[in-house]
T-cell receptor, first 114, second 108 residues
Framework: DADVTQTPRNRITKTGKRIMLECSQT?????MYWYRQDPGLGLRLIYY???????NKGEISDGYSVSRQAQAKFSLSLESAIPNQTALYFC?????????????FGPGTRLTVL | QKEVEQNSGPLSVPEGAIASLNCTYS??????FFWYRQYSGKSPELIMF????GDKEDGRFTAQLNKASQYVSLLIRDSQPSDSATYLC????????FGAGTTVTVRA
């Protein structure tokens, strides 16, 4: 089984709808991240969390919120989706004990907002 | 100016040749540098990391770091068709800034 899973893998929704993307990990990592990827822009950090009680905004947090329900679960919500939130969303994890801070990515969720 | 800039692609190289990828960054205090590979439709995976000035070799991959010039590069020797992918440069410690990526195509 994959160490970092994301659900759903694909989602089409309409403008104004609330949507939640979920991320779970079995790696036992303490740090979790949400990124979005757009063509020509690379990966941009939305939110990150170092433990259940720690939530931090990233580069582009406007229009998004997150919840760290447990060490293994980190959800991203779009309260009122808009078309420019159409993108590929990745969850990632890392372990603060690892010197190289390698981030392990989930398979991604392709979100389309009509 | 973007925090992390990569040379624009796409980069096309013949099989067996060396592919050279470049990356510059703006934050002089950056300590950690990463190269991720992303196949089309897949998630990024780490292939190299480097912290110190100089070269670091791992198989056919060599990462080069020059902190004074704020420059990091990746060389892929003996390029194979399986190396065809987008390569992402990332800079930072716990919070990474990514470049837009350079797409490499290895021609058989």
């Amino acid at each position: 089984d994959a160490d970092v899973t994301q659900t759903p893998r694909n989602r089409i929704t309409k403008t104004g709808k609330r949507i939640m993307l979920e991320c779970s990990q079995t790696k036992g990592h303490d740090r979790m991240y949400w990124y979005r990827q757009d063509p020509g822009l690379g990966l941009r950090l939305i939110y990150y969390s170092f433990d259940v009680k720690d939530i931090n905004k990233g580069e582009i947090s406007d229009g998004y919120s997150v919840s760290r329900q447990a060490q293994a679960k980190f959800s991203l919500s779009l309260e009122s989706a808009i078309p420019n939130q159409t993108a590929l969303y990745f969850c990632a994890t890392s372990d603060q004990r690892e010197r190289n801070n390698e981030q392990f990515f989930g398979p991604g969720t392709r979100l389309t907002v009509l | 100016q973007k925090e992390v800039e990569q040379n624009s692609g796409p980069l096309s190289v013949p099989e067996g040749a060396i592919a050279s990828l470049n990356c510059t960054y703006s934050d002089r205090g950056s300590q950690s540098f990463f190269w991720y590979r992303q196949y089309s439709g897949k998630s990024p995976e780490l292939i190299m990391f480097i912290y110190s000035n100089g070269d670091k070799e791992d198989g056919r991959f060599t990462a080069q770091l020059n902190k004074a010039s704020q420059y990091v590069s990746l060389l892929i020797r003996d390029s194979q068709p399986s190396d065809s992918a987008t390569y992402l440069c990332a800079v930072g410690d716990y919070k990474l800034s990514f470049g837009a990526g350079t797409t490499v195509t290895v021609r058989a």
